[in-house]
């Protein structure tokens, strides 16, 4: 029986100071979060609105809250600032765009952030906006950061991970339309094609300012940022998703110079057939003018072979320019060898 009760009873002593723990880190205001992380060494304040941080009171850091908090208000895009004048009290603040449709430019969603070495301020970040970003595993992760730079960057790093698996996902419909290209190319393949690349360069505008906070942070902090393992994962998380969507654009781009080779070689090809054809019969037209006038003394008119002259006259001239065009190789495929699935087809 007593070995039975110890077990249960260190069980139940770990539950509650864990839960003890919990309640400890997480201090519940409205709708606002203020969040004590590895054992109080550093803070995360999350608030809904820019004014729900007046509250706020961090020392050595009011006046930079209060600007940061006043250039916030009126803020919805993409933007960073940093001071570095006094060591050991550096901080960079901004905003930061991290989720945005393909299909509208005013659908998207961002959240201000101000971060120092011992404290995290967000303001308007919505866990349910990332699909796979769940709170408690984040604070879970952000709990093992040793300070608050460390902890910013697992934000970061989920909020690229949950992107990162949307940018592998492109991959299959880039490798549809490679094939497509070749197989059932028209003007919507076309279009495909430009709605991929505007899709890339979305991509790609959401993922630079990731790059930009990356240097950022080493350039205010140096190497307290830098050397931190969770800067260093989510730096490489940032080149990886910036390495696929530059190799993409390569691809995207060479499908269009592609569409636009093809395009090109149609179009010559009609002006080229275009051209024969009135080539050829240019000697039919100009017989035929002149077949056509109504002067009074035409000679012609009283040959008695004129009539088949004239035919002849115009089937030889017409096989005359004809061979003329094909021993110069104007009436052949320029490119030659048309096969199956070929692009000039």
Same mark, same amino acid.
């Given at each position: 029986?007593?070995?039975?009760?110890?077990?249960?009873?260190?069980?139940?002593?770990?539950?509650?100071?864990?839960?003890?723990?919990?309640?400890?880190?997480?201090?519940?205001? =409205?709708?606002?979060?203020?969040?004590?992380?590895?054992?109080?060494?550093?803070?995360? $304040?999350?608030?809904?609105?820019?004014?729900?941080? %007046?509250? %706020?009171?961090?020392?050595?850091?009011?006046?930079?809250?209060?600007?940061?908090?006043?250039?916030?208000?009126?803020?919805d895009?993409?933007?960073?600032?940093?001071?570095?004048?006094?060591? /050991?009290?550096?901080?960079?603040? /901004?905003?930061?765009?991290?989720?945005q449709?393909?299909?509208?430019?005013?659908?998207?969603? !961002? !959240?201000?952030?101000?971060?120092?070495?011992?404290?995290?301020?967000?303001?308007?970040?919505?866990?349910?906006?990332?699909?796979?970003?769940?709170?408690?595993?984040?604070?879970?992760?952000?709990?093992? *950061?040793?300070?608050?730079?460390e =902890? !910013?960057?697992?934000?970061?790093?989920?909020?690229?991970?949950?992107?990162?698996?949307?940018?592998? =996902?492109?991959?299959?419909?880039?490798?549809?339309?490679?094939?497509?290209?070749?197989?059932?190319?028209?003007?919507?393949? !076309?279009?495909?094609?430009?709605?991929?690349?505007?899709?890339?360069?979305?991509?790609k505008?959401?993922?630079?300012?990731?790059?930009?906070?990356?240097?950022?942070?080493?350039?205010?902090?140096?190497?307290?940022?830098?050397?931190?393992?969770?800067?260093?994962?989510?730096?490489?998380?940032?080149?990886?998703?910036?390495?696929?969507?530059?190799?993409?654009?390569?691809?995207? *781009?060479?499908?269009?110079?592609?569409?636009e080779?093809?395009?090109? $070689?149609?179009?010559?090809?009609?002006?080229?057939? %275009?051209?024969?054809?009135?080539?050829?019969?240019?000697?039919?037209? *100009?017989?035929?003018?002149?077949?056509?006038m109504?002067?009074?003394?035409?000679?012609?008119?009283?040959?008695?072979?004129?009539?088949?002259?004239a035919?002849?006259?115009?089937?030889?001239?017409?096989?005359?320019?004809?061979?003329?065009?094909?021993?110069? =190789?104007?009436?052949?495929?320029?490119?030659?060898?048309?096969?199956?699935?070929?692009?000039?087809?």
């Open positions: 029986m007593e070995k039975l009760v110890k077990p249960l009873s260190a069980s139940l002593l770990n539950w509650f100071k864990e839960a003890f723990e919990q309640g400890n880190r997480k201090r519940k205001a =409205g709708d606002n979060m203020k969040y004590k992380l590895n054992d109080n060494k550093w803070a995360w $304040h999350n608030f809904h609105t820019i004014d729900e941080s %007046l509250s %706020l009171n961090e020392v050595h850091f009011e006046k930079a809250i209060k600007e940061w908090r006043d250039s916030s208000s009126d803020n895009t993409n933007c960073l600032q940093m001071d570095t004048l006094i060591p /050991g009290r550096e901080h960079i603040r /901004g905003s930061l765009i991290y989720q449709t393909l299909e509208d430019q005013k659908d998207y969603n !961002f !959240f201000h952030f101000f971060l120092t070495r011992d404290f995290l301020i967000t303001v308007n970040f919505k866990f349910d906006a990332i699909e796979s970003v769940r709170e408690d595993l984040l604070l879970k992760q952000m709990d093992d *950061a040793d300070n608050a730079i =902890g !910013f960057f697992v934000f970061l790093g989920q909020i690229l991970d949950s992107n990162l698996t949307k940018i592998d =996902g492109y991959e299959k419909k880039l490798n549809d339309l490679l094939w497509k290209v070749k197989q059932r190319n028209s003007l919507s393949t !076309f279009e495909e094609i430009y709605e991929s690349r505007h899709e890339l360069l979305v991509w505008n959401l993922t630079v300012p990731f790059q930009e906070l990356k240097i950022a942070a080493e350039e205010a902090f140096g190497d307290f940022a830098a050397e931190g393992r969770q800067y260093q994962r989510t730096a490489k998380r940032t080149d990886r998703a910036l390495m696929l969507i530059r190799e993409y654009q390569q691809e995207i *781009a060479t499908l269009v110079s592609i569409e080779v093809v395009s090109a $070689h149609r179009g010559n090809e009609i002006m080229k057939t %275009l051209t024969v054809l009135t080539t050829l019969f240019t000697p039919i037209t *100009a017989l035929g003018a002149i077949w056509g109504n002067f009074k003394l035409m000679p012609e008119l009283e040959w008695k072979w004129g009539y088949l002259f035919i002849v006259l115009m089937i030889v001239s017409t096989i005359g320019i004809y061979m003329i065009l094909r021993s110069k =190789g104007w009436m052949g495929d320029i490119l030659k060898g048309r096969k199956k699935n070929s692009f000039f087809k």
